[in-house]
């Protein structure tokens, strides 16, 4: 049995395209794995907090020397963890907003990197702990930036590829909506995009 967390960042909902797309690679693993489970966190609905003096004191303090004002840091941290760690794939939502991922998903990304459950140090640097899971990223974006003269400004899949890696996640794969805002998309360009989705 599989377990799936769907991961959606998009404050525009079932119209999103980036939830759309998400929601067909979720169609297509449930259909190699028919006994799979789907968890959802749609992160707008949760009012995430921003990362802060508490949550760090309370991510590097041993558990030994934590006080009731740490756990009731680690709340939200350790729920989503909880959810992170339970998952063998994750399915990430990543709408483009002024050239990043929206403010919910690196909220998102704050609360779950963790020295000592999601990555740890030892004498030769950095090792990464969620080496056995794989990611699905649904990109979405106004316009065209896998390629042409607007790559240069993609700074969701780069970054998202990168802070998967650094905890450990490599077996990456991109998926992508571009030119959402071009008239013919949702009569042409969409269903082309669906079409091709091959896991």
Not at 100 to 119: M, P, Q, Y
Request: hydrophobic fraction near 45%.
């Amino acid at each position: 049995m599989k377990k799936i967390l769907h991961v959606i960042s998009s404050p525009k909902g079932n119209d999103s395209y980036s939830v759309k797309l998400g929601k067909t690679i979720i169609d297509k693993l449930i259909a190699k794995f028919p006994d799979s489970i789907v968890m959802e966190r749609v992160l707008v609905n949760d009012d995430l907090p921003a990362l802060n003096e508490s949550h760090i004191n309370a991510f590097f303090k041993p558990i030994e020397q934590r006080e009731p004002a740490d756990y009731e840091a680690l709340h939200y941290s350790d729920m989503l963890l909880e959810e992170v760690c339970a998952a063998d794939f994750l399915v990430i939502g990543a709408p483009m907003y002024n050239f990043g991922i929206h403010s919910s998903l690196k909220a998102w990304i704050d609360l779950i990197v963790r020295v000592g459950i999601t990555f740890k140090y030892n004498e030769h640097g950095r090792i990464g702990l969620l080496t056995d899971k794989t990611a699905y990223l649904a990109a979405a974006s106004g316009s065209v930036y896998s390629e042409g003269p607007m790559q240069t400004l993609d700074f969701v899949v780069p970054y998202l590829k990168a802070i998967l890696g650094f905890m450990g996640i490599t077996d990456i794969h991109v998926f992508r909506m571009e030119g959402t805002v071009r008239p013919n998309f949702q009569s042409q360009g969409y269903p082309k995009v669906i079409a091709a989705i091959e896991l």
